[in-house]
């Protein structure tokens, strides 16, 4: 198993050469960078290049980057404005596109294989306006990504709009067969539950979001903390798809702790999810 770690762990951090070699000391062998300004400035070639310099040194694979979320990203809030590229006003829908563009010409400097979209907010339902806007936005993107050497992976979140029958049928129905998919084991748990969730997604997965929560809300916590049952939803999972741990740091609020503390802690859960693969592998 390929150690994949998501840097949302850090997102009111900086993203720094120090703490991608605190990263890679704990074991990682791949990371997914989150899109927020605050944390990684795609838009400054300078902080591109010095990233990819240290993932160089590191010897870190960037397996993906989760495309920016939110206009002004704010590390004292837990959320700001979101970008939505299904939004059915054009200017706000354009405005998503660009700023997604922006993230993806990151790979003229730091080649990565995946993007990882959200396709709605919670609050988006999924009427046919919406899901226009999200069609004609995907295929744009798209384009833009494979012309980079990048697939796009539409994710499943919480809300109808990107829940996985509605995000299947976006590929089926507009034949943008080139678009892939990124199954979230956390939101899938929360929604429809992870098995009911997986099916619809299964024949366009190509990584996945490995956190657990309680079935109440996205806590983004350590598989084993919350309430999935984590022994049938591995075994459900396609055998060697790329599993990126997807963490909250805690406590969120508070002044941050050593990265050691949550990288450490990200290190038992490895160690504990690969033990739970092993043993499927030998049932099965």
């Known amino acids: 198993m390929q150690r994949i770690l998501s840097t949302y762990v850090f997102i009111k951090r900086k993203l720094t ?3 991608l070699s605190e990263i890679a000391r704990h074991g990682v062998n791949a990371v997914e960078i989150f899109c927020a300004r605050s944390h990684f400035n795609y838009h400054s070639a300078d902080a591109v290049r010095e990233i990819a310099g240290t993932l160089r040194d590191q010897n870190l694979t960037l397996h993906a980057l989760h495309s920016p979320a939110e206009r002004d990203f704010n590390p004292m809030h ?14 706000r829908r354009l405005e998503a596109v660009d700023e997604i563009k922006r993230a993806l010409d990151v790979a003229e400097y730091l080649p990565f294989r995946y993007l990882v979209q959200h396709v709605g907010s919670q609050r988006d339902p999924a009427d046919q306006r919406r899901f226009d806007a999200a069609f004609s936005s ?11 050497g990048v697939t796009v992976a539409i994710e499943n979140t919480p809300g109808e709009m990107a829940a996985p029958a509605h995000l299947r049928q976006l590929i089926v ?15 899938a ?63 969120a609020y508070a002044d941050p702790a050593p990265a050691f503390v949550a990288l450490s802690a990200a290190r038992g859960a490895f160690d504990r999810i690969e033990r739970a693969l092993s043993s499927t592998e030998e049932a099965n």
């Open 173 to 187: 129905a507009t034949r943008l067969t080139g678009l892939r998919m990124c199954f979230d084991m956390g939101h």
């Open 138 to 148: 995907l295929e744009h993107l798209h384009i833009f990504a494979k012309e980079r």
């Open 78 to 91: 837990e959320s700001s404005a979101p970008l939505s590229i299904c939004d059915p006003e054009r200017v």
């Open 17 to 19: 050469p120090g703490l």
């Open 189 to 251: 748990h929360i929604g429809d539950g992870v098995l009911p969730s997986l099916e619809p997604m299964r024949e366009f997965l190509v990584t996945a979001h490995i956190h657990d929560n309680n079935g109440m809300k996205d806590e983004h916590l350590l598989p084993y903390e919350g309430t999935i049952e984590w022994k049938s939803a591995l075994r459900a999972l396609p055998q060697d798809l790329p599993l990126v741990f997807e963490l909250k740091e805690k406590p």
